[in-house]
Structures are given as C-alpha cells and as structure tokens.
C-alpha cells in the first residue's frame, strides 16, 4: 500500500506560477515507482500532465502543458513536484499525484483566475 499526498495548489494570477508536490509513503522505495501528475476540471475527463521514471531522467507532458510545466523529483526525500509557470485559466482543475495503473492522491486544487 502507498499513499500519496499532494499539496502546493492554490488561487493564482493567469501569468503565475504554483509547484505542487506529492509526498509518496509506503513499503517500497520511492525510487522503485514512476509517477505521474494527471488533472481533472469540473465536467471534464481526467487528463494526462505529466510522468517521469524512476531514475528521473526521462519527462514526459501532455500537449496542453509542454513547455510550461515540469516534473521532477527528488528520490532522497520521496517528494515528487510539478512546477508550473504561465498559468492558464484553463489550467483550473483538481491535480493528482499518480503511480501508473495503482495508486491515486487525493488531490489539491488549483484555480487560475483571468
């Protein structure tokens, strides 16, 4: 069992910037997981940010994001984190922490005003 908790989100300016983070706790090493930042806004489908592997050495993002946002982590204090700069209002939605296939946060809110 794993269980991740986000936290970082919050009302920002369009233009702004917010990181969340994503403390993961469990029996296995943080570093024996990809993970991933998925998002959802109200009547919406859930929709894929971005993942990183175990190493971090390799990123992937979802179109609607790319070049604005960043995953990274830090394996020493299993703390995943998604950076995001030039905030859109439509970057409004619940963002979740994600082990691939197993494991979902809760998920913090982010709200860009315009």
């Known amino acids: 069992q794993v269980q991740l908790v986000e936290s970082g989100g919050g009302l920002v300016q369009a233009g702004g910037s917010l990181r969340l983070s994503c403390v993961a706790s469990?029996?296995?090493?943080?570093?024996?997981?990809?993970f991933g930042w998925y998002r959802q806004a109200p009547g919406k489908e859930r929709e894929f940010v971005a993942a990183?592997?175990?190493?971090?050495?390799?990123?992937v993002y979802g179109n609607s994001v790319k070049g604005r946002f960043t995953i990274s982590r830090d394996n020493a204090k299993n703390v995943l984190y998604l950076q995001m700069n030039t905030l859109k209002p439509e970057d409004t939605a619940l963002y979740y922490c994600?082990?691939?296939?197993?494991?979902w946060g809760q998920g913090t809110q982010v709200t860009v005003s315009s």
């Open positions: 994600v082990i691939p296939l197993s494991y």
């Open positions: 469990g029996r296995n090493p943080f570093s024996s997981y990809d």
């Open positions: 990183i592997i175990r190493s971090g050495g390799s990123t």
